[in-house]
């Protein structure tokens, strides 16, 4: 049996790397910050098998202890401070989680696995934000950086880590440089839940309008039950590598909304919409795009869930969750 220790259990990737790696007959463990962590409850009643291991990303001693305890042959690094906005508030926490979190773990696996032929696998979770205020599209493994926020210049520096590491220590580490990704466990706070959740509160008259920032925004995004996916095969390869994970589409925040409201019945999202610079960022990251021909080729990987097929999911998995908090309330 293959053991798979994966960091950020209780994020949106986790959740579905935990089941996906379960239905493949792995043993799961994932590791949590501390015993109280509220969330931990809710990973486990979604996955009974999933074993929870304590550790600190900001820790290495932690992660030695993690490793030796859990003995794994694949580490998948999902864990991050993830949300862009948040990262420029806080640039020095973000630097220490989604930056130095990644050397910590590397130099786990190397102190725990020694340096000659490593067996252990390693993913490392790195970010079509790195690609920032882009210098051509559609962006490939070959595009240069150019980050726009605290959380993409930690994003960079976790990827070259994850490189350096493969190159100097002959680690099986990879990096799938994923375009966003969504579904119904995404957080409330990144727009595309944000959105479908406010539609959701809108139909049931719960609330009566949607705040958001910058609607030109353009991304490339996918259905995050279909990244795992991706992530897992990067390790069952002979040799590691980097890949580009996204599907090839983009689409600005207005016509997401305009997809998003169509689900729900209402042709006018303008009616329901308002701006606030508040939710605007010091800069923003225009346009995204990914070309993943590389995956497509390498992998076999392609997407199964197409924009319209994602955004409706979410929009009726909010409705659902919605309607049983309300009948709760009541
Ligand atoms: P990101 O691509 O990782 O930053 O994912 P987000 O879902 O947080 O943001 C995607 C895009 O939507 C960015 O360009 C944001 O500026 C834009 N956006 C516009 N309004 C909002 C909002 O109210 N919240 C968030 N999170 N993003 C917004």
């Given at each position: 049996?293959?053991?798979?220790?994966?960091?950020?259990?209780?994020?949106?990737d986790?959740?579905h790397m935990?089941?996906f790696?379960?239905?493949?007959?792995?043993?799961?463990?994932?590791?949590?910050?501390?015993?109280?962590?509220?969330?931990?409850?809710?990973?486990?009643?979604?996955?009974?098998?999933?074993?929870?291991?304590?550790?600190?990303?900001?820790?290495?001693?932690?992660?030695?202890?993690?490793?030796?305890?859990?003995?794994?042959?694949?580490?998948?690094?999902?864990?991050?401070?993830?949300?862009?906005?948040?990262?420029?508030?806080?640039?020095?926490?973000?630097?220490?989680?989604?930056?130095?979190?990644?050397?910590?773990?590397?130099?786990?696996?190397?102190?725990?696995?020694?340096?000659?032929?490593?067996?252990?696998?390693?993913y490392?979770a790195?970010?079509?934000?790195?690609?920032?205020?882009?210098?051509?599209?559609?962006?490939?493994?070959?595009?240069?950086?150019?980050?726009?926020?605290?959380?993409?210049?930690?994003?960079?520096?976790?990827?070259?880590?994850?490189?350096?590491?493969?190159?100097?220590?002959?680690?099986?580490?990879s990096?799938g440089i994923c375009f966003?990704h969504?579904?119904?466990?995404?957080?409330?706070?990144?727009?595309?839940?944000?959105?479908?959740?406010?539609?959701?509160?809108?139909?049931?008259?719960?609330?009566?309008?949607?705040?958001?920032?910058?609607?030109?925004?353009?991304?490339?995004?996918g259905f995050a039950g279909d990244f795992v996916e991706a992530m897992w095969s990067m390790l069952q390869q002979?040799?590691?590598?980097?890949f580009v994970i996204a599907t090839?589409?983009?689409?600005?925040?207005?016509?997401?909304?305009?997809?998003?409201?169509?689900?729900?019945?209402?042709?006018?999202?303008?009616?329901?919409?308002?701006?606030?610079?508040?939710?605007?960022?010091?800069?923003?990251?225009?346009?995204?795009?990914?070309?993943a021909?590389k995956a497509n080729?390498k992998l076999g990987w392609k997407p199964k869930?197409?924009?319209?097929?994602?955004?409706?999911?979410?929009?009726?998995?909010?409705?659902?969750?919605?309607?049983?908090?309300?009948?709760?309330?009541?």
């Open positions: 049996m293959k053991r798979a220790l994966i960091t950020g259990i209780t994020g949106q986790g959740r935990s089941e790696l379960t239905g493949k007959g792995y043993q799961v463990f994932g590791l949590v910050r501390g015993q109280a962590n509220p969330k931990a409850k809710l990973v486990l009643d979604e996955n009974p098998a999933l074993e929870l291991v304590e550790g600190d990303l900001r820790d290495l001693s932690s992660l030695i202890a993690a490793v030796e305890q859990v003995q794994p042959d694949e580490v998948y690094n999902l864990g991050a401070m993830s949300f862009v906005a948040l990262s420029f508030r806080q640039p020095e926490l973000t630097a220490d989680i989604t930056g130095l979190g990644v050397l910590r773990m590397l130099e786990a696996i190397r102190i725990v696995g020694g340096t000659e032929h490593n067996p252990v696998r390693f490392q790195s970010s079509s934000e790195m690609f920032g205020k882009v210098r051509e599209t559609p962006q490939h493994e070959g595009t240069a950086f150019h980050p726009r926020s605290p959380y993409g210049v930690a994003k960079v520096f976790g990827h070259h880590m994850t490189i350096n590491y493969r190159e100097s220590y002959n680690l099986h580490a990096s966003n969504e579904g119904p466990r995404r957080g409330l706070e990144f727009v595309t839940r944000k959105i479908t959740n406010g539609i959701a509160r809108i139909k049931l008259g719960l609330q009566d309008s949607i705040t958001l920032g910058n609607l030109d925004a353009a991304r490339d995004w002979d040799e590691p590598d980097d090839g589409e983009t689409h600005t925040v207005k016509e997401l909304l305009d997809v998003a409201f169509q689900c729900a019945g209402y042709d006018d999202w303008e009616r329901f919409v308002r701006q606030d610079p508040r939710f605007e960022r010091p800069a923003d990251v225009e346009l995204l795009m990914g070309d021909s080729a869930v197409a924009f319209d097929e994602l955004v409706s999911m979410m929009y009726e998995s909010d409705l659902i969750e919605e309607t049983k908090k309300a009948e709760l309330e009541r």
